[in-house]
């Protein structure tokens, strides 16, 4: 009975009502905690976020000043961002991967992260991609691989792309 008091503290009675009934019509259990409702609540608020809200919290949370910062969950908000179909969002996860700043460094993430993001349409993916075949990083070292994805990077305007090419040339 403690725990049900601490869950009815936490929120207005109107909440409490709406609450305990979905709770009876779906069978569930009852929250033990006041956390517990609060981390349901949240559960249900990021269900409807959209790719670029949680490419853009994750950045917070990863960049954002030293209160906030917060490595693993920022991580995470970029992986559901990449899963949600953000280019971008799948890009950083993988080059924070490749590099293994605050987190392991796994070339073998890094590069399905990459293939993820070039496959949703990021030059910078593409480019990493052919980076690696280049400079045999978790690849073999394949020239002609490197080259062709440079060369899709580079239809995307990619400058680092432009660059890398010349090089094999």
Known sequence: SRHISTFFESIDESEIKQYIEKLCDSKQELPHTA??????????????????????YGCCLL????KTRN????????????????????FLVGYLYEVGQEIKRDINESFKYYERSSIQGDSKGLYRIGYCYH???GVEQDYDKAREYYEKAAE??????????????
């Open 156 to 169: 995307l305007n990619d400058s680092a792309a432009f660059f890398c090419l010349g090089f094999l040339y």
């Open 71 to 90: 490595f693993k969950l920022g991580l995470q908000r970029l992986k559901m961002s990449s899963e949600r179909g953000n280019s971008y969002a799948s």
């Open 63 to 66: 960049f954002g000043d030293k």
């Open 35 to 56: 956390n517990d409702v609060k981390i349901q609540q949240t559960q249900k608020v990021e269900r409807n976020k959209s790719a670029s809200d949680f490419l853009h």
């Open 135 to 137: 400079a045999g990083i």
